[in-house]
């Protein structure tokens, strides 16, 4: 990464260039770029826009319901046995990352109580306050669509949006994968 800026620096050198670590990815961290977006059309400058991000930063969160560890045990980032026990008992993980730091919240016996489960970390960490939401799927746009319903339903919903999982995040998720990306707004 930092020799990505180096190259930015040195092609652009009348432009400030700053790297924001935001910890986390996929659509917790496009709801973070779009804070950014958001304050450079208000108008503001880059002195004034870091601050507003790195405000935001730990209140994203993203959280997953899987279909199987399998395929985060073979990007090197679930046990073997955790992968094999979820297989086996049909079991559906349910996870999160804040930070930078993925959390075990779970196991579903299925993706619906997976769901619930996800829903419910959302509204503890929200309660009735305004939030924006990104859903994210992997084959499973018909639930993920319902899902925007719901959150438009029962939460004070700023934004919603519905998105496939890009094949690069896919490769450790897997097929099955549905989460919910938020953000107090």
């Known amino acids: 990464m930092q020799s990505a800026i180096e190259t930015a620096r040195k092609q652009l050198p009348k432009i400030r260039i700053e790297l924001v670590d935001c910890y986390t990815g996929s659509a917790a961290q496009a709801l973070i770029a779009l804070t950014a977006a958001r304050a450079v059309k208000l108008g503001d400058n880059l002195n004034q826009i870091i601050p507003k ?19 985060l ?19 559906k ?22 769901i619930e489960r996800m829903i419910r970390t ?3 960490k929200i309660g009735l306050n305004r939030v924006s939401a990104i859903i994210i799927h992997s ?17 004070n919903c700023n934004e919603t949006y519905v998105t496939e999982i890009s094949a690069v995040v896919a490769v450790h998720l897997g097929p099955g994968a549905i989460g919910i990306a938020f953000l107090p707004s």
């Open 53 to 71: 991000v790195n405000k935001v930063i730990p209140e994203a969160e993203i959280t997953l319901v899987l279909d199987t560890l399998k395929y």
């Open 73 to 91: 045990e073979r990007g090197g980032r679930a046990p073997k046995i955790g992968a094999w026990a979820t297989s086996l008992l049909k079991i």
């Open 93 to 114: 993980p349910v996870v999160t990352n804040r930070m930078g730091h993925a959390h075990f919240l779970g196991m579903a016996r299925s993706r619906t109580q997976g």
């Open 122 to 124: 959302m509204r503890g």
């Open 139 to 155: 084959e499973l746009e018909t639930e993920a669509k319902e899902l925007e319903h719901r959150l438009r339903s029962e939460f």
